[in-house]
């Protein structure tokens, strides 16, 4: 099955092909492990510094509840939530997609 890009005038369309079901359930399972890397290197950092999930959410100004979750692979996160965290632990965001 395919579909077209009708966003673009007519003369510049382009026909790509949808993903397929099992392509969707391997990206999901990426999205997940990814979810987890960055939680856990998240949490290993803010470890690392000594400091509590309130700590670090007030320094970050995000909540509490929103960096618990993305600790634990829980919830996705932004740019900007990694942006606002990598600062407040005086990393880069790209800190948080190593893997080990």
Known sequence: ???TDTAMPAARRVTRPL???AQLVT??????????????NI???RQAAGLTLEQ????ADISRNHLSLAELGRT?????FL?????????SPS???KQD
Request: net charge positive; glycine share 6%.
């Open 27 to 40: 990206i999901d399972r990426m999205e997940t492990q990814w979810r987890g890397i960055i939680g856990g």
């Open 83 to 91: 942006t606002r965290v990598a600062f407040a632990l005086q990393l």
């Open 19 to 21: 993903l397929t079901k």
């Open 76 to 80: 996705s996160v932004t740019i900007s």
């Open 56 to 59: 670090l959410a007030a320094r």
């Open 1 to 3: 099955m395919e579909t």
């Open 43 to 45: 949490r290993k950092a």
């Open 95 to 97: 800190d948080f997609l």
